[in-house]
Antibody
Framework: QVQLQQWGGGLLRPSETLSLTCDVH????????WSWIRQSPGKGLEWIGE???????DYNPSLKSRVTISGDTSKNKFSLKLTSVTATDTAVYYC????????????WGQGTLVTVSS | DIVMTQSPLSLPVTPGEPASISCRSS???????????LHWYLQKPGQSPQLLIY???NRASGVPDRFSGSGSGTHFTLKINRVEAEDVGVYYC?????????FGQGTKLEIK
């Protein structure tokens, strides 16, 4: 059974860089899209971006200038970097797997709270 | 962007009674392949969202058959035919048609 385990985050100061990693356990990295999604009280669920096994990425236009998603197929993990964070980036961040045939997120990580505060 | 709008935002339900949630999209989610790329998720308190229904009407693995999805184009409905206490949480619709994926605001189901 595939599980996603994410780590990183915590408390950040404004202007710092957010870094999160998601490990894929019990399944293949290939054949899926791997996304980061965040949830804040003010904006609900917000898709940040995705990467596939070939390293192709796509990002939310509103975050594109600050986001980098990278993957390591040999280690079955993918990562998120978000630069120049502000208080509005405070949220619970989730990694998730998208099944390509259904274009739905069928497996989610446990979530990581990131707080941006001076 | 495809805007997803849910109603109601709050849904108090008596156990054993049915419940229905509406989701409308600003653009048609009907793909040329005949499938509607509309999905439903449930986020139980303190948990990550979980997939309930994919492509408008298909139950995900392990989802009880009291949950059903319907609709096409821009209007979709999630129905629970007999609500149970374990169904409490926030229900979200999401469009998977365009890779800038977007979610509805969420509908909070609570037990009366």
């Amino acid at each position: 059974q595939v599980q996603l385990q994410q780590w990183g985050g915590g408390l950040l100061r404004p202007s710092e860089t957010l870094s999160l990693t998601c490990d894929v356990h019990g399944g293949s990295f290939s054949g899926y899209f791997w996304s980061w999604i965040r949830q804040s009280p003010g904006k609900g669920l917000e898709w940040i971006g995705e990467i596939n096994h070939s390293g192709e990425t796509d990002y939310n236009p509103s975050l594109k200038s600050r986001v980098t998603i990278s993957g390591d197929t040999s280690k079955n993990k993918f990562s998120l970097k978000l630069t120049s964070v502000t208080a509005t980036d405070t949220a619970v961040y989730y990694c998730a797997r998208m099944e390509m045939n259904m274009e739905a997120f069928d497996i989610w990580g446990q979530g990581t709270l990131v707080t941006v505060s001076s | 962007d495809i805007v997803m709008t849910q109603s109601p935002l709050s849904l108090p339900v008596t156990p054993g009674e049915p419940a229905s949630i509406s989701c409308r999209s600003s653009q048609s989610l009907l793909h040329s392949n005949g499938y509607n790329y509309l999905h439903w998720y449930l986020q139980k308190p303190g948990q990550s969202p979980q997939l309930l229904i994919y492509m408008a009407s298909n139950r995900a693995s392990g989802v009880p058959d009291r949950f059903s999805g319907s609709g096409s184009g821009t209007h979709f409905t999630l129905k629970i035919n007999r609500v149970e206490a374990e169904d409490v949480g926030v229900y979200y619709c999401m469009q998977g048609l365009q890779s800038f994926y977007t979610f509805g605001q969420g509908t909070k189901l609570e037990i009366k």
